[in-house]
């Protein structure tokens, strides 16, 4: 079975570009998870959905961050302008329900220079 | 306040030994989940256990399992055994009913000796 597939694997961009970074959760789950890892900061929830609905975006650090699910098998991440400290990893994660254990993708390595 | 504590940030144990990952956790929610991931250096991250708050048996999934202590809110990790394989970053993490929604803990970074 698929897991989470995350796009793409590694991207290196300059400041001040648009980055989207690609999820498609596995199939039949309903809830779909951004998450970004830092050295510093460690693992921290950016934003949920819910049947493609956001419930909760208070871990957006800033309005240059944006996340969409027009359909229960695609999100998108969206940073624009990047900056060198959204250098990160960036994790999508599913479940069912939103209690449900989550299943990771594995993560987006993002470089901005 | 920190909701996942994990006091260890290094852990060293002898192959085919047993090891004990230490989390407490903070809420005031009644129904909560805890889970531990682990990540190795490959950087995914693999599920490996559930704890619900109700649940009155300790959690377990072959060589894994979950020393849930309601009282005193730890939930820690013991793998029996150690392989190789399991030298990896451990996190442990919490999902509240209501409030923060998933929250991780720092991490312990295991390293299983020959």
């Known amino acids: 079975d698929a897991g989470v597939i995350q796009s793409p694997r590694h991207e290196v961009t300059e400041m001040g570009q648009e980055v989207t970074l690609r999820c498609k959760p596995i199939?039949?789950?309903?809830?779909l998870f951004w998450y970004r890892q830092t050295m510093m900061r460690g693992l921290e929830l950016l934003i949920y959905f819910n049947n493609n609905v956001p419930i909760d975006d208070s871990g957006m650090p800033e309005d240059r961050f944006s996340a969409k699910m027009p359909n229960a098998s695609f999100s998108t991440l969206k940073i624009q302008p990047s900056e060198p400290r959204d250098s990160a990893v960036y994790f999508c994660?599913?479940?069912?329900?939103?209690?449900?254990?989550?299943?990771f993708g594995p993560g987006t390595r993002l470089t901005v220079t | 306040a920190q909701k996942i504590t994990q006091t260890q940030p290094g852990m060293f144990v002898q192959e085919k030994e047993a090891v004990t990952l230490d989390c407490t956790y903070d809420?005031?929610?009644?129904?909560?989940?805890l889970f531990w991931y682990k990540q190795p250096s490959s950087g995914e991250m693999i599920f490996l256990i559930y704890q619900g708050s109700y649940d009155e048996q300790n959690a377990t999934e072959g060589r894994y399992s979950l020393n849930f202590q309601k009282a005193r809110k730890s939930a820690n990790l013991v793998i029996s055994a150690s392989q190789l394989g399991d030298s990896a970053m451990y996190f442990c993490a919490m999902r509240e009913a209501y409030g923060q929604n998933f929250v991780f803990g720092p991490g312990t970074r295991l390293s299983v000796l020959p």
């Open positions: 809420t005031s929610d009644q129904s909560y989940g």
């Open positions: 199939s039949g789950h309903n809830s």
């Open positions: 994660a599913s479940s069912i329900g939103r209690a449900g254990e989550q299943y």
